[in-house]
């Protein structure tokens, strides 16, 4: 397994899953893709973990992005779970949980982390572009359950940085003013997008062009 970073091709395989076996790159077609893993089923922080991207569908639909979680338990075991998901979120699961007893994706995906205790998956994200290249690698400890508002917000970055110039600076949000990339003159910048407001002349704030 080779280490895998940002920019790769995201590897592809085929999984048993909770809406039938799936092709990655096939299921995917030219959507975003969220990757992600849990450490097991029936346990809280996953439930929570699951149930919040659940009650989040409709902001990852209108992100064009399709979500799909992973774990080591048998296909059986995230069936007999997801009632639980339902009772103690609010939330019906509406996204495929992977079975992978074989430890074929997690492995594929260096997703077992054997400092973190066991054979499981430690709480892994990864956001794949319509071309199949990996944008964003995320690692969790078991311990601690994951912000999703947090990756809808990172979607929004890589999306807007994917078709504009531009940066996005720390705790930005969609709609808030962006940074011209340091590599556009100010000059370029100015006729580029609205408002430009020269801080430094490597920092140059600028109206979202999507906004
Ligand atoms: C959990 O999901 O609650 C969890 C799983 C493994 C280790 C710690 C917490």
């Known amino acids: 397994m080779a ?6 091709t995201a590897p592809n395989f085929t999984a048993d899953t909770t809406d039938g076996e799936i092709d990655f ?7 975003w893709a969220v990757l992600f893993s849990h450490p097991a089923d ?11 991207t659940a009650a989040l569908k409709s902001g990852f639909e209108a992100r064009n992005t399709k979500v799909i979680a992973v774990s080591v338990d048998p296909i059986e075991d ?3 779970w997801a009632p639980d998901i339902k009772e103690v979120t609010g939330t019906e699961l509406n996204f ?13 995906y260096d997703m077992i982390h054997p400092g973190e205790g066991d054979t499981s998956t430690v709480r892994s994200v990864f ?5 199949n290249l990996i944008k964003l690698i995320l690692v969790y400890p078991k311990s ?8 809808l917000r990172v979607i929004d970055s890589l999306q807007l940085t994917a078709h504009h110039s531009v940066a996005t600076p720390a705790d930005w949000t969609k709609g808030e003013r962006v940074i011209a990339s340091p590599g556009m003159s100010t000059a ?15 920092l140059r704030w600028v109206d979202d062009p999507t906004a």
């Open 42 to 52: 029936f346990t809280p922080v996953c439930t929570t973990e699951l149930g919040r």
């Open 188 to 202: 370029e910048a100015g006729e580029r997008f609205a408002n430009l407001q020269e801080v430094k002349p490597y």
């Open 96 to 108: 495929p949980i992977i079975a992978d007893p074989d430890r074929k994706v997690a492995e594929l």
């Open 3 to 8: 280490t895998l970073r940002l920019g790769d």
């Open 144 to 151: 601690t359950g994951r912000n999703f508002d947090e990756i």
């Open 25 to 31: 790159h096939e299921w995917k077609k030219d959507s």
């Open 78 to 80: 995230h069936r007999s």
């Open 127 to 131: 956001v794949v572009g319509p071309d």
